[in-house]
């Protein structure tokens, strides 16, 4: 699988996926010092990389910098 990782936890702004073998979301970590919506962070959880923009190309060039 692949992790795909924007922010620090030391500042309160960590984001990461995991994304499995079958690229689907089979992780969310999130760590943040303010308050958020988390049901929308939920539907994140089993969706395939490519219902989501073919998130994991876009990673890797760079497109995504904070999710």
Do not use: W
Request: proline share 3%.
């Amino acid at each position: 699988g692949q992790e795909l990782v924007t922010g620090s936890a030391g500042d309160g702004t960590y984001f990461r996926l995991h994304i499995n073998q079958y690229n689907m979301v089979e992780t969310v970590t999130c760590l943040s010092k303010t308050p958020f919506p988390s049901s929308s962070h939920i539907c994140l959880y089993g969706a395939h990389e490519r219902l989501l923009n073919n998130l994991c190309s876009r990673f890797k060039e760079g497109l995504i910098t904070d999710f």
